[in-house]
């Protein structure tokens, strides 16, 4: 049989694909126009350039998470993120205990001056240090005895975690009458240990915040009122701000068919967490006057709820502040 040419029929190979008549085509008229120097009109390539690749930078701390207030140095993530790594690691040799703070149960506020109408509750982890004037509820939790119970330490050095606590701050009810709106601002803190020198304490009731001048006060300060509280900056140069919160709660008036007074636009309570890390190993000492506590650690963590009424001549003393907590520590 004869065999007809495959260039009658307008086939050829090119590296082993067979070209279509019509591609044939076009492949002569790029030919032509590449001869004549004119634009490719189709497989036209464009030169790009690859870009670089960027290489984040390796870190093994949380941005976010790990708010400030460190036990006793100046304030690191380097240094925080490590006490954070080592307890980790201590969780597959070490049984961890919980130590429970005490409980704080309808606790209802004071007034911050006579005459202010403004009212503060405050808290403080362990016992309150002698030199601070004012109310303060002393939660406990550091005080760890010898022993081989679960609350309990078997040798003297343990590796404390942190303190974890739970408040509630919940309005009163009121049968009768109105009642404005009342404006909250509730600060956790820490002491400074480098502002702190051997047989001197700063106050918070009288240093926590700061004035025009660049001078510290406090709710006891003389003159001080439910504005200054409200719109004073914080007295970061001596104390680590772990936490600094606003908020705005309203009154429940009236019965349950008659709603009175009340406004809905706002909650009736408040529910705040917090976190109040330690990740250091330290010391307790089984006789003398730091007796089954910290020997080398401050863990005097405070926190003080301010209120105040959004009409200036009611008084904000229509709620009340209930609390839980416990203290995580490695017995080591």
């Known amino acids: ?18 070209l279509l008549p019509q591609e044939k085509n076009k ?3 790029n030919e032509k126009n590449l001869v004549q120097g004119k634009e490719m009109p189709y497989r036209k390539t464009l030169a790009t350039r690859r870009r ?3 290489r984040a930078k390796k870190t093994t ?8 207030g460190l036990a006793r140095f100046a304030y690191s993530r380097k240094r925080l993120a490590s006490g954070i790594s080592m307890s980790n690691m201590l969780n597959t040799i070490a049984e961890t205990k919980l130590l429970a703070l005490n409980r704080q149960q309808q606790q209802s506020p004071a007034e911050i001056n006579s005459g202010s109408k403004a009212f503060y509750k405050a808290f403080v982890v362990g016992a309150k240090p002698g030199s601070w004037t004012g109310t303060y509820n002393a939660l406990g939790g550091v005080t760890i005895m010898k022993g081989v119970d679960s609350n309990q330490r078997e040798g003297n050095y343990v590796f404390m975690q942190k303190t974890h606590i739970s408040l509630n701050i919940d309005t009163s009810y009121q049968s009768s009458g109105y009642r404005p709106p009342m404006e909250f601002r509730v600060i956790c803190a820490k002491l400074k240990r480098g502002t702190s020198p051997t047989g001197y304490t700063l106050d918070p009731s009288v240093s926590l915040f700061l004035n025009e001048g660049g001078t510290h006060f406090g709710h006891s300060s003389s003159g001080c009122d439910g504005t200054d509280i409200m719109l004073q900056p914080l007295n970061k140069r001596d104390y680590f701000i772990k936490s600094d919160r606003r908020f705005t709660l309203s009154i429940p008036v009236g019965t349950k068919t008659d709603p009175g007074g009340y406004s809905g636009h706002y909650a009736v309570k408040k529910n705040l967490f917090y976190n109040l890390g330690f990740y250091k190993k330290t010391r307790f000492e089984d006789s003398g006057g730091l007796q089954n506590v910290p020997y080398d650690l401050d863990t005097a963590y405070f926190i003080i709820v301010y209120a105040r009424s959004v009409d200036k001549a009611q008084s904000a003393n229509d709620w009340e502040v209930n609390l839980r907590g416990t203290t995580s520590f490695k017995d080591i």
Do not use: D, T, W
Not at 1 to 17: D, N, V, Y
Not at 61 to 68: E, I, L, P, Q, T
């Open 27 to 29: 492949k002569k008229i």
């Open 61 to 68: 701390f949380k941005k976010k998470g790990y708010a400030r």
């Open 52 to 54: 670089r690749p960027i």
């Open 1 to 18: 049989m004869h065999e007809i040419p495959r260039q009658k029929l307008g086939l050829s190979f090119r590296a082993g694909s067979v």
